[in-house]
DNA sequence: TTCAAAAGAAACGCTTGCGTAACGGTCCGT
DNA sequence: ACGGACCGTTACGCAAGCGTTTCTTTTGAA
């Protein structure tokens, strides 16, 4: 069952989140960030740097220091691959998960404002 | 007729425009510009810099800075106000409708890629 | 065992955005 | 006509992101 939107909804559903997101959310995440960190938590696991950089078509310091930002934020984690220890695993957080979830609250509460 | 969505789709759907605009799009705006040139070209004129600000609830520089930015990239356009030249009054664009008309329907169409 | 390839991080110089504070132009009541 | 209030911009020092390049560690094959 997919979302069926028309045009002044997409653009004001969009319109009323950033807006709300700005005001409420001193964080000011970047798009390729929260790109990157709703990648972590909505695709299954195992999440690594050279693929997060192929996924989003960006360079992988692009992605590390996306990590290490949201890592200082407590939004991801990092952890080494004991399998393979050239490689690093992004690992996700309560706080990012709280993060998101209400997140995505804001973005269920204003569909519901969203006329016509 | 308000757009209803779980939890799921809320972040599917930000999750999956997000990705791929920052994939195509180069310029990648901030969500303050995002949410500036919504509001510019969702909400009826006139918008001056003072109104957005106070919109927003960020300072008067954040907003000049952001049109500087946005004016370069051809999506608004200034104009001194001649009843009182005291302010600014912010234009739409060809450019900058064309622009949100395609994130328009990126939007749309990823929304009808969210399943459940 | 040696060595090229791979993964992630760190270093470099640059650009852009930030908050605060100061500034020049404009309006309007006195 | 003067002076305060208002509007948008600019200046300043700082923080954060960018792309490119280099480095360190680890792997796996010859």
Redo the contacts with the bound molecule.
């Keep these: 069952m997919p979302v069926e939107l028309t045009p002044s909804q997409a653009l004001g559903l969009w319109h009323t989140v950033s807006l709300e997101q700005v005001r409420v959310d001193g964080r ?1 995440l ?1 798009l ?2 929260m790109a990157i960190l709703l990648q972590i938590y909505l695709v299954p696991p195992p999440h ?3 693929g997060l950089a192929a996924t989003l078509g ?12 949201m890592g200082a934020l407590g939004l991801v984690d ?1 952890v080494r691959d004991d399998r ?5 695993v992004i690992k996700r957080t309560v706080d990012g998960a709280l993060y998101l979830e209400k997140f995505g609250d804001l973005i269920i509460d204003q569909g519901r404002k969203q006329p016509k």
């Design positions: 000011d970047t390729r960030q690594t740097v050279r960006v360079t992988k310091p692009v992605i590390t220091r996306a990590l290490d930002t990092r393979d220890r050239r490689n690093v």
